[in-house]
């Protein structure tokens, strides 16, 4: 049993892996977190909860000075009954009242885990794999009904909590913080770790002390955002990326979210997360159920790689969805930064054969190919081929693309639309705006009322009509603008504030819809690049875009931040032109296949521009891939080297048996007459034998300083260490190749 409860002690706790998860009833109805951290062999706490009477923390009981819910840990604390800290959940009733006073009611322990209804989910093939406890916390004068979910996993060491309010009162009430989780921890001294970041330039890893302060980690763009991302880790003070405590959190949602720590005066920390409750407010009706989005919660032992590990495992088997789950993906060429908005079918053709050549499995067709689209001032909404560019059609094109033996894909923007678009001109009320304001725009495009159901029906039956069209194998879905003028024309005036979420839970629909209608197609998501990289969306398209910044060494600090939870497979990294186009570096062909290869690898360049030898160098980066893409999508990630300082950054992927792994390293700045130094690697067996291969050496300025193949036992690879080369050049890099030797009797 990974769940387990004593009724003498009131203690519920719950293996989640390596980890305890301890609850316990506190005068017998209130849910307090007790403990989370190693696993706890006896399973529950013999200590009791300590409390003393403390000055200026009221007593809920006059009879009892030293109970307080101001300094009691609490799983899902609200407000005004003696709690000064932020609650988990704030509502109001119709008498103007605010006060909820939640007492344990009943709980249930089953197997498996339920679907959400109209978020994305977590999920489990077999009801074996996971357990669920469902605690009902009750308000007894409301009727109001709250839910805590805890679902734990077999073999993983991430728990997932949600929460389920279910009114069963008979007035209106008006909910403005229903918070996802919530737990208080002593975390003396630990230090916050979040991934901060901008349009191409995302996922900054940003450590910051907790100290005795409120952090409001949030968006309130109506994505999830390239400015902060729904993901946030509190680390003990000596964490590396092999040792060190660590608890994690990450929301399945991709609209506005808020992750809150808080200390409080006698320095415990509350953590929280759910959806933002910035412009938020829903009205509950009488017997309505409200549920709010997932959120995975982790402990991990062993440091920041162990984290990533946990996280990595548990999307990949529940979290991505679909055929594509456990499948490679293809290497594609995307034309977005070969020709932008200027080609037509002839340009394309060329483009495809010249993929093909070297050995491209799919062409990915971007922005531009629909209505009169010639820039981005035009034509979203209008689903429509451009047969100016197309002339015989997108069914007729995708057709000469298949006839190659490479799979089609195509762009898309769905929740949007331009001012100049036969779309807008029928229906200019399918947006967001509010009557009589000012309507901004972004990027020359206003965003669709994805918060109307009408406008999602009509979006999916275009795109149904499209897919069913043209012989499509995967879709770019796109989305390049944040919320504005949140408004609906088809939402009461008292429900304005549910807009933002009903947005998202549009687009959850639409994509739920198409992805299921559609199996066979790879989604890959994308906003901006990767202005939408949260688990929610991954629930639906299991890759995405990472970032529009396509430069190999802006790419490592991006993909590191990436891969502090999301795994190598969710990943989309290309190799595109240089001058890079976003930050106008010149790195070379070489380095740029290596940083692209740390995910799915495609190329966003014009083929037709690059002379014989780029070409060989490209053919063999493919053919190298094709070889070595199991490893690193399936793998165990190592980050052996952080870019932060500016020096170098190194990585490696270990396959599960430990049978085979590869090795990059990428040197951002070069120093003359340089230490030399070795690169300790991990994960891989101590007493295996392996056989290990440089690459890369043919490079101008690449020295090899050992033997380009040698056998060596796995300890010597994890304790001395492979020689780094003699690297004369800024932006020059290498890999190695690990595979077990096979050794004669
Ligand atoms: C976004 C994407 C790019 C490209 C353009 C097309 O910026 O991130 O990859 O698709 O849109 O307009």
Not at 515 to 523: E, N
């Amino acid at each position: 049993m990974m769940i387990v409860y004593d009724s003498n002690l009131q203690q519920f706790s719950l293996q989640v892996g390596k980890a305890s998860y301890v609850m316990a009833l506190h005068k017998g109805s209130y849910l307090t977190t007790r403990y989370f951290g190693l696993r706890l062999h006896g399973d529950f706490l013999a200590s009791p909860f300590v409390e003393v009477p403390r000055s200026f923390s009221p007593n809920p009981m006059a009879d009892d000075e030293r109970f307080s819910l101001d300094t009691l840990p609490q799983e899902y604390p609200v407000f005004g009954n003696s709690d000064f800290r932020l609650p988990a959940l704030e509502v109001e009733f119709e008498d103007g009242s605010r006060l909820v006073d939640l007492h344990y009611d009943q709980h249930r322990i089953y197997e498996g885990k339920p679907k959400l209804h109209v978020l994305p989910s977590t999920y489990v093939e077999e009801e074996k794999q996971a357990q669920t406890l469902e605690i009902d916390l009750f308000d007894a004068v409301s009727q109001l009904r709250v839910t805590l979910r805890y679902t734990v996993f077999a073999g993983h060491s991430i728990l997932v909590r949600s929460v389920l309010l279910h009114h069963e009162g008979d007035a209106p009430i008006r909910v403005s913080r229903v918070m996802s989780m919530a737990m208080d921890l002593s975390l003396p001294d630990y230090q916050m770790l979040h991934l901060p970041g901008a349009h191409a330039r995302e996922r900054e890893m940003t450590w910051q002390p907790i100290g005795k302060t409120m952090h409001s980690i949030e968006s309130r763009r109506g994505a999830s955002s390239h400015q902060q991302n729904p993901f946030l880790a509190l680390a003990s003070p000596t964490i590396t990326e092999e040792d060190g405590e660590v608890y994690s959190v990450a929301l399945a949602y991709s609209g506005n979210f808020q992750l809150v720590v808080d200390t409080d005066q006698y320095d415990v920390t509350r953590v929280m997360v759910g959806i933002n409750p910035f412009d938020f407010r829903y009205l509950l009706s009488p017997g309505e159920k409200f549920e709010t989005p997932e959120v995975t919660v982790g402990f991990h032992a062993h440091g920041l790689g162990e984290m990533s590990r946990d996280y990595h495992r548990f999307f990949r088997k529940h979290l991505l969805s679909g055929r594509y789950r456990d499948q490679l993906r293809p290497i594609l060429i995307n034309n977005w930064e070969a020709t932008y908005f200027q080609f037509d079918e002839q340009v394309l053709l060329q483009l495809a054969d010249e993929a093909k050549e070297v050995g491209i499995e799919l062409f990915v067709l971007d922005d531009g190919w629909f209505g009169q689209r010639d820039d981005d001032r035009t034509s979203l909404g209008d689903w429509v081929v451009d047969t100016r560019k197309l002339p015989h059609g997108l069914g007729a094109f995708g057709e000469q693309i298949r006839q190659k033996n490479m799979r089609f894909g195509l762009w898309f923007e769905p929740e949007m639309i331009s001012p100049d678009s036969a779309l807008y001109r029928t229906h200019p009320d399918w947006c967001l705006f509010v009557p009589g304001r000012n309507q901004s725009v972004s990027r020359h495009q206003y965003v669709l009322d994805f918060s109307s159901k009408e406008v999602c029906d009509a979006i999916i039956e275009q795109l149904t009509k499209i897919l069913s069209q043209a012989p499509i194998d995967y879709v770019k879905w796109d989305m390049n603008r944040h919320l504005t003028e949140v408004g609906s024309v088809s939402l009461a005036a008292n429900r304005q504030k549910e807009v933002s979420h009903r947005y998202m839970l549009g687009v959850y629909r639409v994509m739920d819809t198409l992805t299921k209608r559609f199996p066979f197609i790879l989604f890959e998501s994308c906003s901006g690049g990767g202005g939408r990289f949260d688990p929610g969306l991954l629930a639906y398209m299991p890759q995405v875009w990472t970032s529009d910044n396509t430069d190999a060494i802006a790419r490592l600090s991006i993909q590191f931040g990436t891969s502090l939870i999301y795994p190598a497979i969710a990943m989309g990294s290309h190799v595109s032109a240089v001058p890079n186009h976003q930050v106008g570096r010149v790195t070379t062909l070489q380095t740029r296949g290596y940083v692209a290869m740390m995910g799915n690898l495609g190329y966003e360049l014009d083929l037709r521009r690059l002379g014989e030898e780029d070409r060989a160098t490209i053919r063999q980066q493919i053919a190298f891939y094709q070889q070595w893409r199991d490893v690193i999508c399936f793998g165990d990630l190592y980050r052996l080297k952080h870019p932060s300082k500016q020096q170098d950054a190194a990585f490696l992927y270990v396959s599960e048996k430990r049978d085979r792994a590869i090795v990059t390293y990428i040197q951002i700045m070069a120093r003359a007459n340089p230490a030399l130094k070795r690169l300790r690697l991990q994960g891989l067996a101590t007493n295996e034998t392996y056989s290990v291969t440089l690459h890369g050496t043919e490079q101008t300025g690449v020295f090899a300083l050992s033997p380009l193949t040698l056998v060596m036992n796995g300890d010597e690879l994890m304790q001395y260490g492979l020689a780094i080369p003699y690297l004369h050049g800024d932006f020059l890099g290498c890999v190695w190749t690990i595979e077990k030797a096979e050794i004669a009797p």
